[in-house]
């Protein structure tokens, strides 16, 4: 989208914090992250993969990951949460989510490395997601998550959503929420920077 000038990613990088103060930098990924990206999918345990895609994979194949590095192609972005580990940048949590304008919703997707999961990075990330969809003009967030997911369900429950049956699918259940922050309002400054600037682009803002 032209209010988020996707030549100049970089300055919707946020930092975020675990549950014990941790940095953590979220940022859209980058054609450097291709090999990073596919190791950390590799490294998630097989359950993890599973709840992730709904089936059972090892690795992203050739088309998802080219899907997942297209960053704004068909309003679909790919975010990824990286700490320094032993003095490295690494991936400890991705989402993916998509912009539905005709709906006024923003579908999400996510999972965090299993050796750090329990550290709050899930809850961050997940508020920081909000930011994006108020941003966008969103008025509901939501995903789509197994019902054997006890981890995804208490998470989404706890940070405000509400459960509903999927449409197409009875192995899934789907979390909404309701969301109507006024851009002045949006806690994340990037964010809120983006917000206020779609509204002054806006036809029907006030000169």
């Known amino acids: 989208m032209s209010t988020l000038r996707l030549e100049d990613l970089k300055q919707y990088s946020d930092t975020l914090r675990t549950r014990h103060g941790e940095a953590l930098n979220v940022r859209f990924v980058e054609p450097r992250d291709t090999e990073e990206l596919q190791h950390y999918f590799r490294s998630l345990t097989t359950r993890s993969r599973y709840n992730r895609f709904f089936g059972a994979i090892s690795e992203l194949p050739k088309g998802l990951l080219s899907e ?20 490295f940048e690494t991936i400890v949590a991705e989402a993916r989510y998509a912009f ?30 909000e930011c994006r969809a108020d941003a966008l003009g969103a008025e509901h967030l939501f995903g789509d998550t197994l019902r054997a997911n006890d981890i995804m369900i208490s998470l989404a429950r706890k940070s405000g959503f509400t459960f509903v049956n999927h449409p197409d699918d009875w192995k899934l259940v789907r979390f909404d929420k309701e969301i109507s922050v006024a851009p002045k309002d949006i806690p994340c400054a990037s964010w809120r920077l983006a917000a206020l600037s779609r509204q002054a682009e806006s036809p029907s803002a006030s000169a």
């Open 68 to 87: 997942f590095l297209d960053v704004g192609g068909r309003e679909r972005f790919t975010v990824v949460a990286t700490k320094l580990v032993d003095g």
């Open 100 to 129: 539905h304008a005709e709906t006024a919703t923003l579908e999400f997707g996510l999972s965090v490395d299993d050796r750090w999961q329990g550290h709050g990075i899930a809850t961050a990330l997940m508020k920081n997601l």
